[in-house]
């Protein structure tokens, strides 16, 4: 039998969640994973860094961090977002602390109901109002993050949207789950097979990889789109430049459609839900076995 002092140690969670106030850190086995910033100087929520398990970052850096080479463009692409750019004529999406803009929307934290570690995952949920510049409410979000130990890391995304009166999402290409990627991943592919920007811009997918050479090896960053989501499988805004995006509201642009209408009314009172999954993986596609692992993802 052990004695008794080593049975009186607890256990140690491996996924631990602190909470800074402004926000909220994410450390896996002792090393930093992610963190999620929500601080009154931010016009959006974010999720930043993304690291696959070895510690390889595979978000930009810029404008968090300016000490880098990074490209800077899109000043308002940090880490991983929610947001879309035509709600109720107000943009949510091409905003940032710089910006003066007479349309700008705000993301605002009211509270964060979970901050929790764990064994094997760890849980973030926030309350967030969508508010117009007159800081009048459209939209009341929940937004969910799982951090999941192990390799791949595993971040599953959870949105409900209720509209606080009616909304319309415009047809517009900026929304929404939006990821800016390190400028090293250069390789992109779908579930449809599609190959770069050139291919994969604006087509549906279950699934979108991009990875490449950073580090010491090959990593990337899979986002999968679960099929209970709205008008599943979403259309991809993805550039080679760094940007991975889901998005259904934008099929004009992406259909290069003049007739075609994505836009979607939310009368007040009714919510949307989308899931995703962000999977973070060393190698390729093919190495991480990115289709087998939504398979078992959407089987379950």
């Known amino acids: ?39 009154p100087s931010v016009t959006k929520p974010y999720l930043w860094p993304l690291r696959v398990a070895n510690g390889t970052e595979v978000t930009r850096h810029w404008p968090m961090e300016t000490n880098n080479k990074d490209p800077r463009d899109h000043i308002h692409h940090r880490g991983l977002w929610f947001a879309h750019s035509l709600v109720n004529g107000i943009d949510f999406w091409n905003s940032d602390p710089s910006y003066h803009k007479d ?3 705000h993301q605002v934290v009211t509270g964060i109901e979970q901050a929790d570690g764990g064994a094997e995952a760890g849980t973030i949920k926030a309350a967030i109002d969508w508010r117009d510049p007159a800081g009048h409410v459209l939209i009341s979000e929940k937004r969910g993050f799982v951090f999941q130990r192990g390799d791949p890391r595993i971040v599953d995304v959870d949105i409900v949207l209720t509209a606080r009166e009616d909304v319309t999402f415009g047809d517009e290409k900026d929304g929404v789950l939006g990821i800016r990627l390190a400028r090293e991943l250069d390789q992109m592919t779908s579930s449809e097979g599609c190959h770069q920007e050139a291919g994969c811009w604006g087509k549906r997918a279950d699934w979108v990889d991009v990875s490449g ?6 990593a990337g960053v899979a986002v999968f789109d679960h099929p209970d989501n709205p008008r599943h499988p979403t ?13 259904i509201f934008g099929v004009k642009f992406f259909t290069n459609n003049s007739a ?23 190698g390729d596609a093919s190495g991480a076995k990115i289709s087998d692992l939504y398979r078992a993802w959407t089987l379950r």
Do not use: C, E
Not at 235 to 247: E, K, P, Q, S
Not at 265 to 280: A, E, N, T
């Open 103 to 105: 349309n700008m929307g």
């Open 260 to 282: 075609a209408d994505g836009s979607l009314k939310l009368p007040q009172g009714q919510s949307l839900h989308f899931r995703y999954r962000v999977i973070l993986h060393a």
């Open 213 to 218: 050479k950073i580090g010491t090896g090959t």
């Open 1 to 39: 039998m052990l004695p008794a002092v080593f049975l009186a140690i607890p256990l140690i969670a491996q996924v631990q969640v602190s909470n800074g106030g402004d926000h909220i850190a994410v450390q896996i086995d002792g090393k930093d994973a992610s963190t999620f910033y929500f601080g």
């Open 235 to 247: 259309y991809w805004h993805v550039r080679d430049y760094g940007l991975l995006a889901a998005n």
